[in-house]
């Protein structure tokens, strides 16, 4: 035995893996033990035998294994780990417990899988009995049944899913083994007591003797209902709760709610398999359903209705089946087929439930209508079907159909359907039978209890009945008011008899009583009634989704039982009598009233009724008074007593004192007696008569208020209207208006009929009398507090003046609350609070809207309209469908019945013309609206498809379907949409746009509704896989949308949704469901419902009985928790029904925040240098690690303690990310406010962040780069500096994320690196940034090599450290990288070098190899000259250039300005630093002394500018090589990588190659056309149109020439570059950054296009120039105003000059000007008129009017007088102010000119006001005196000349423009009559011609002269800044000239000026050159760029850089001093002299 004693001596654990049994055994023994003994069920114990219980129950020994399965059973029990082995465990107790031979192994094997089940592994353990079934071994299977039989008995059908076990039972049933047969029999047995005949339908294929031994079994079941008898661990309290209970004896109602959820929770329906049929149906069945013989017919139907016959059929589109059935049982003579049809369709509708409701609106109206058939078979059939149908859609959606069929004259169609109407009713609930519904039923129905046929009155009472049972007397009694005792209690008899589907007929009894509690019952089916419910189940649509809207109609109720009592109480006395007794009182003769008043009255008082003496009179009715007063109620014969009231003298009483009595008598009646209305009708027209009456008035309203009051107010109002309107007296007109205003506010507005009131309202409003019209209107006032919006509708046909009136009244009711009632017990009593409220205006809302007055245009959707929508061509379909839109238009409101519109719309909606899609949907969006809430029934017919149109690709279809949905929802409400499983389809597609745009729908309705049908459980599946979907847009909806499923379905139905995803899914998904779970808004409180209902939606808040009782429902409607806070939240979003989910979401935290107040760092004194100290004297770990330990982040942990906030604290140290964004979204909030605490703690905080770049989630990260921007950013502006030991445990850390793969945290992590050398000196940053050049990763290398060739080129040489030799050296080792970009990073920061020091650079690189040396010489030889290569050869280089332009970050990056801020603030920052740190390096100085004296290095000669060749000129012009880049990117925070990549992709569009140029333009296209992008490209718009407008000059020049170039490709280019340039002149921002150059070079470009022949005969050329015009159009109007007029003037100036200018040309510029001339009176307050007239001036100058004459054409003189005449007109004398920037006024004649317009119109107008006059006077002195009449009579010297005729019409035409008021009469008037009409028909003739020419119409036609000038053309745009355009050689005088102008603008004196318009000195006027070409533009922006730089850089000039720009002299920004610029002068002067 030596080997035993081994190993006893080993742990526990080591002892159950040994090989020897014995070991294992005692192992095991010791196990089980050790397992009862530990009590912590979370003791890491338990984790050690993890991986082991596995091989406990599989032990290959079985004495073991049975040890084994009892130490298993304790784990699984006591181990809150346990649920881990779950599946492993159970795999192993089936394969290897369940086939062994002991009965005792099988029972623990059992005993296992029920524990696990226990602690919530149900669903596993589930799955692994199941995959047991299929074992070959039979023992298995018998012992997985029994497992499953006992867990169904034990834990019930709730937890043990029954589906699956249900689809496998047929199988068992077909097994070779008995026993595997008879225990699945008892299986079926045990599945039966749970769900009974749901059961049947899966089995009734079984073999008959077995379903018969069932059905024996089946009946011995007890009928008790089962209930669980073992509980999960979650389920403890329900556990206590049944073992009490059973303690007392098992109280057969006992836990009843919970098992009552069960039951209904399995419906046969669920449990069967959907069949496909559409792909079964006979091929030739449309053929043959068609056909002439009745058999072919029959034959077709036969195949359907066997089809239809399988229980449950696969969801398809049946449209086109059911259209067919519905004909054959509208249309067909044989009534045989017509019955069958009506099987078929109910079979279908039985097969599809749910699914068929979309076709039910269709077929009901044909099933009604087909009643008339008296066959009982045919009748039974379409009962039947009609039943069915009815089960797969609401009665709502029905009720249409059915009210429409009422008033039809066959009564047999009338029974039938009042039959159909009482079935349904049985079918509803309270809930889903709301007031709304009953009113126009019970109306309907009460006709046909009155009817003539007994079969139709009997259908009625029982449809009635059924109402009456199920909504109970108080909804149904308002509605029965006028029916007499006989009927009333025919009625009630009926109701006792009826059954309903929900509750049994016992609740009849109770209803009685307590008016509704029949929705309380429901919501928790009581015992028995739960037991009928599923035997229906299996027959009816799904209860399930009964049962969740009954629940959502039960909260208000259950919120107050007390209220809803007291309502009743309150009501029963004062209403009962008048409302269902006296009512009825039929009119009784003047003796019978004489009888009875004798009987009550004095005698005395009857005789002197009439008597002829007023006094008498008076006394009679003091007595009358009195008796009355005396009177009992029921003693009192109110009908006698009113009658002796209007007995003669009656109401034509003379006395007012007698008449105020008798009014005041009759009052009194009313209130003291029953009065009905029979006893109204003798007193109100009396009451009515005297309303008016001065003195009587009043008492009048009293009397009409208390029979208001008796009689309720509706039918008051309707009678006393009438009346009123009835007579002629305006006074009771109005005085009756204002009593019924009153009146209503005293009542409310319940039961009013708004539309016959709206007749009169309507009358009153046309009355001549103002107090009626104004008493109208207040009475409208009135109404609008109830009604809301809609009521407006009414009235849109009044004149405007009155329609203006009644907005002004609903304006000052916006915003009020509708005063609760005070009086009139009316339907809705006082104390009934809410629920009244709240369904009254429901009611009145729907009211409104089904009053308007409807058209029915069914008639007018002819087949002709549906063919023509569903058209092959698509003109013909536009048609069509702009007929429905007419026919829209037209008919206003509808009903409806469109027939067959639905179906052709729904095709329309995939039409491949998308411009037809959205017109299409746009008439979906007009249909909601014209048919109001009736829309609903085509929901699942035309509104899922508009759900799939938001997949659609383009994004405009997309929001217009987005917005016909919401115009949709808003009419029906969302419950259609929800139902059903047409939604979650939808979400099922893998759509991203479908996806994103429906879960953003979703997200924005689902938290305004209060309850949600239960289909929407079926959308959970995908909105998790749309949490995973490859979109990130995708993925963001849907966890945006996550918290509001969440709201209606419960976390736990969420978390189970979870159980069928991948395990790695299924983590994130729980993790977000936690997440959710925290932000989860509460559900909106029910008055929030009113928000929906209301049409037009009126403000809700006026319907709330006050906020307080809103917060109070809140909480009991919650499902979820009804967490006091969250309730308040939700009765918060109700009243602001916009600002849910997101406003709410933050609500409930704010508790937590409020003891989060005070500051999140404390301040310690000395706090940081102690901590420094400990660090230098090791005491503590120093902070540098490759990836953060544990102790780094403890050590951090306890630092932080006394300096950090403890809840922050906590925030920052969780395990979980979303913790560290919110510490950082505090931080970021704090940050402001705590300067000092953040900077107390700054090393913390700093650590703290490096431990963020070590997170892996990119939210955090981007969330830290943002607050140290933030921060970097608060500390350079405190003036703080990085300490060492701050710097050394941060920057090493930002380094490394240099090197992220995302280019948005590199591009952060660059701005940051930039924005510390501010706060840290850079030559330190260096070594740093240095060391991450070391780095494994290229990427990082890359960013380091170009960060530091930003720092060389920022700081100057002085930042290489230790020595620029050593730092030159190490980064060239890197040009031998392997990696593509780092070579280049590396090429780039050497060569930035070369440029900041010359050749120097070589030496202090020292030796490189030579393939290094040669690649460097390449390039900077490549930067240093702009490439002047044929097309052909840049287009093979450049690959490499490409890379070096984007390595570089661009040429031309943002204008100087922006850039500028941040390099103020450095030097600002640096220059307050220089005293008190020696760390800042020299090159912060300004170094001219070096320059001075070093004559050796510096090469600077003046540039060979003229030895260029004049054929480069030719080539299109490349973006120069960022040798000279604009600024370095380090410098540009924001756009750091945007800017460089938009230069380089900029750079690409004048490429020589097409394709890469199609590309680069593509995408500028796609930034500008998404607005939150298009801001990008702000600052480099001019880049782009030089670049743009370059290709198109190498189009025009070398491609168009190109004849291997397919033309195809140039069409392709063209478009390309005039679409990018319509998206970019679409957006007026941008626009206007185009400056004057670069328009007229673009212009000057566009126009050549227009006129190029070539174009115009490729295949597209028309279409080519037609986009221009219209590019030209959008670039007049879009532009920078002043910039394109000046443009437009230069480009005429100098196509006029360049004799080989086409005239077209000049044309086409003066087109312009023309439309700019137009469009002068909007934009001339935009526009610097001073530039424009220093141009015009120039123009007059270089083109005296003399020359202009010579001109072939009188167009531009015309264009020029036109357009000063214009600028005249608009600003008066006031123009001659601004003439500012012209030096010498003399040179041209404008002045002069604008002197004689001036006078013109000053003669002409003669208005003298002070500013007239003023200019009058300088006019005086300076214009000639022609007078108007002088320019007449020439203009008709003209005209009435030969030749100039036509010239003088225009010039009369124009002058006419001008001077509107111009008299022309005394110059026709002696003329002959030929002469005039001559003139008229001419000005008629231009007048028309110009209007029409509103486009500039492109020139067909092309001069001849055009074909030689292409070549003079381009120079002269290259060189147009000289002024030389006419295409000679230019020679070096030019240069001369420029260099002069350069030198002059940087403020150098030239020898002399030239007569040359100035170029603006540097100090005075920066306007540009007056002709700059966008060429030089280029260079001077360029040139700008650099000298902006440099200057901030204290001018640190270095020559040899700025030569090599290839311009003279370096520019000084306008913006430096002009000390500066003085001393520069010198010094440059010197610098010059020195070197010559």
Known sequence: MGDDSEWMKLPIDQKCEHKLWKARLNGYEEALKLFQKIDDEKSPEWSKYLGLI?????????????????????????????????????????????????????????????????????????????????????????????????????????????????????????????????????????????????????????????????????????????????????????KAKFEQQQAVGGDADGGGDDEEETVPQVDAYELLEAVEILSKLPKDFYEKIEAKKWQERKEALEAVELLVKNPKLESGDYADLVKVLKKVVGKDTNVMLVALAAKCL???????????????????????????????????????????????????????????????????????????????FRHCTPSTLPKSLLKPFCAALLKHINDSAPEVRDAGFEALGTALKVAGEKAVNPF??????????????????????????????????????????????????????????????????????????????????????????????????????????????????????????????????????????????????????????????????????????????????????????????????????????????????????????????????AIAEACQLPWTAEQVVAMAFSQKNPKNQSETLNWLSNAIKEFGFSGLNVKAFISNVKTALAATNPAVRTSAITLLGVMYLYVGPPLRMFFEDEKPALLSQIDAEFEKMQGQTAPTPTRGISRHSAGGGDDGEEEEQEEVGNDVVDLLPRTDIGDKITAELVSKIGDKNWKIRKEGLDEVTSILNEAKFIHPNIGELPAALKNRLNDSNKILVQQTLSILQQLATAMGPNIKQHVKNLGIPVITVLGDSKNNVRAAALATVNAWAEQTGMKEWLEGEDLSEELKKENPFLRQELLGWLAEKLPTLRSVPSDLLLCVPHLYSCLEDRNGDVRKKAQDALPFFMMHLGFEKMAKATGKLKPTSKDQVLAMLEKAKANMPAKPAPPAKSSSRVVGGTAPAKFQPGSAFADDLGSNTMESKPDPKKAKAGGLSSKTKGVQGKKVLSKPNLKEDDDKSGPIFIIVPNGKEQRMKEEKGLKVLKWNFTTPRDEYIEQLKTQMSTCVAKWLQDEMFHADFQHHNKALAVMIEHLESEKDGVISCLDLILKWLTLRFFDTNTSVLMKTLEYLKLLFNMLSQEEYHLTENEASSFIPYLILKVGEPKDVIRKDVRAILNRMCLIYPASKMFPFIMEGTKSKN???????????????????????????????????????????????????????????????????????????????????????????????????????????????????????????????????????????????????????????????????????????????????????????????????????????????????????????????LTQIDEVLK??????????????????????????????????????????????????????????????????????????????????????????????????????????????????????????????????????????????????????????????????????????????????????????????????????????????LDHLTMIDNKNESELEAHLCRVMKHSMDQSGKADKDTEKGASRIEEKASKAKVNDILAEIFKKIGSKENTKEGLAELYEYKKKYSDADIEPFLKNSSQFFQSYVERGLRLIETEREGKGRIAPSTGISSQMEGTCVPVSTHTVSSSIGNTNGEEVGPSVYLERLKILRQRCGLDNAKQEDRPPLTSLLSKPTLPTVASSTDMLHSKLSQLRESREQYQHLDLDCNQTHSSGIGTTLASPSSAAANIDDLKKRLERIKSSRK
């Open 1338 to 1560: 290229s990427k990082q290398r890359a960013e380091c090599l170009e960060e530091l060739g930003c720092l060389v080129e920022s700081y100057g040489m002085n930042v290489c450290q230790p020595t620029p030799g050593k730092a030159l050296k190490e980064m060239a080792t890197h040009i031998g990288d392997r990696d593509n970009t780092v070579r280049n990073a590396a090429l780039n920061t050497i060569v930035t070098v070369y440029n900041v020091h010359g050749d120097q650079v070589f030496k202090l690189i020292g030796n490189l190899s030579e393939k290094d040396m040669s690649m460097l010489e390449e390039r900077i030889k490549r930067s240093a000259k702009r490439p002047s290569a044929a097309p052909v050869r840049q287009a093979e280089e450049k690959p490499q250039r490409t890379q070096n332009i984007s390595a570089n970050a661009g040429m031309m990056r943002k204008g100087p300005a922006e850039d500028m801020s941040s390099k103020l603030n450095q030097n600002r920052n640096m220059g307050s630093h220089s005293e008190t740190t020696h760390t800042v390096p020299r090159e912060f100085q300004l170094d001219l002394d070096e320059i001075e004296n070093d004559n050796g290095t510096v090469r600077c000669e003046m540039p060979a500018l003229v030895q260029h060749k004049l054929d480069d000129i030719f080539e299109p012009v490349l973006i120069p090589e960022p040798k000279i880049r604009a600024v370095s990117p380090h410098f540009d925070d924001m756009h750091s990588n945007t800017a460089s990549t938009i230069n380089f992709v900029i750079s690409q569009v004048a490429s020589g190659d097409i394709n890469t140029s199609i590309q680069a």
């Open 480 to 705: 029965l008011a006028d029916v007499d005792k006989l009927k009333l209690d025919r009625i009630k008899e009926c109701a006792e008899k009826v059954e309903l589907v929900y509750g049994k007929k016992t609740g009849g009894a109770a209803e009685k009583r307590e008016g509704k509690p029949v929705a309380g019952k429901t919501a928790a089916l009581p015992g028995p009634g739960a037991d009928k419910e599923t035997k229906d189940a299996a027959t009816k649509a799904g209860p399930l989704k009964k049962a969740s809207t009954v629940k959502s109609g039960v909260p208000p109720k259950k919120g107050k039982p007390a209220t809803a009592a007291g309502a009743g109480g309150a009501g029963a006395k004062g209403k009962k009598g008048p409302e269902t007794k006296e009512i009825f009182e039929s009119e009784l003769s003047m003796e019978v009233c004489e009888e009875k008043a004798a009987a009550v009255l004095p005698a005395s008082c009857i005789q002197q009724l009439d008597s002829g003496n007023w006094k008498e009179r008076l006394a009679c009715m003091e007595e009358f008074q009195k008796a009355v007063e005396l009177m009992e109620r029921s003693e009192m014969p109110c009908q006698a007593l009113v009658r002796m009231l209007a007995k003669k003298p009656g109401w034509k009483e003379t006395n007012f004192q007698v008449m105020q009595m008798k009014l005041h008598i009759v009052a009194l009646i009313a209130q003291k007696g029953n009065f009905s209305k029979t006893s109204a009708q003798v007193v109100l027209d009396g009451l009515v008569d005297k309303v008016g009456d001065v003195k009587c008035g009043s008492n009048a309203k009293e009397a009409m208020t």
């Open 54 to 238: 596995k091989k406990f129950v599989t032990d290959s020994n079985a004495v073991a294994q049975l040890k084994g399965l009892e130490a298993a059973l304790a784990y699984v029990e006591n181990a809150h780990v346990a649920g881990k082995t779950t599946g492993e465990v159970a795999s192993g107790v089936v394969n290897k417990v369940f086939n062994q031979p002991k009965a005792r192994a099988k029972e623990l094997g059992l005993d296992i899988c029920l524990m696990y089940i226990e602690i919530e592994k149900g669903e596993a353990i589930q799955e692994e009995l199941l995959k047991g079934l299929d074992n070959k071994n039979p023992k298995i299977i018998v012992a997985c049944i029994e497992t499953l039989r006992k867990a169904l008995s034990e834990f019930g059908s709730k937890i043990i899913s029954l589906k699956p076990i249900i689809k496998v039972l047929p199988k068992l049933f077909e097994s070779r083994e008995k026993a595997v047969r008879d225990e699945a029999k008892l299986l079926a047995v045990e599945i039966y007591r749970w769900i009974r005949d749901a059961l049947r339908p899966p089995l009734q294929n079984i073999n008959s003797v077995q379903l018969k031994e069932l059905e024996e079994e089946w009946i011995k079941v007890s009928s008790a209902v089962p209930r669980q008898t073992r509980f999960l661990r979650s389920q403890q309290e329900l």
């Open 1570 to 1775: 998404q607005e939150d992008k298009a801001e990008a490209m702000s600052g480099h718009i001019d880049q782009f149109l030089i670049a743009t407008f370059m290709q198109l000059r190498l189009i025009y020049n070398t491609h168009m020439a190109d004849e291997k170039l397919d033309k195809d490709e140039i069409v392709r280019l063209y478009s390309c570059i005039i679409g990018s340039m319509i998206t970019l002149f679409q957006i007026e921002s941008l626009a206007r950054e185009a400056s004057t150059g670069v328009l007229k070079d673009l212009m000057h470009g566009l126009i050549t296009l227009m006129l190029d022949s070539r174009v115009e005969d490729l295949e597209e050329g028309e279409q080519v120039i037609r986009s221009v015009n219209l590019l030209v159009v959008k670039v007049l109007e879009k532009s920078d105003q002043t910039n394109i007029l000046s443009a437009l003037l230069v480009l005429l100036q100098d196509s006029l000059l360049a004799t080989a200018s086409s005239p077209k040309f000049s044309e086409l510029v003066m087109k312009c000007l023309w439309r700019m001339v137009r469009l002068l009176p909007e934009t001339i307050n935009s526009i610097n008129l001073d530039r424009i007239l220093l141009d015009i001036h120039i123009f007059m100058k270089v083109f005296p009017k003399e020359k202009l004459k010579q001109c072939k054409s009188d167009f531009p003189i015309r264009t020029l007088k036109t357009l000063l005449h214009t600028l005249c007109k608009l600003k008066g004398p006031k123009i």
């Open 346 to 424: 109910a079979g279908l509708a039985t097969g599809l439930r749910k699914k068929f409701g979309q076709y039910a609106g269709h077929v009901v109206p044909t099933i009604l209508e087909k009643f008339k058939e008296k066959k009982p078979q045919v009748v039974q059939a379409l009962q039947e079907a009609i039943d069915a149908i009815f089960l797969t859609t609401t009665l709502q959606n029905l009720s249409e159909d059915i009210l429409a069929v009422m008033d039809n004259k066959n009564p047999t169609i009338k029974q039938q359907t009042s039959l159909f109407i009482a079935r349904s």
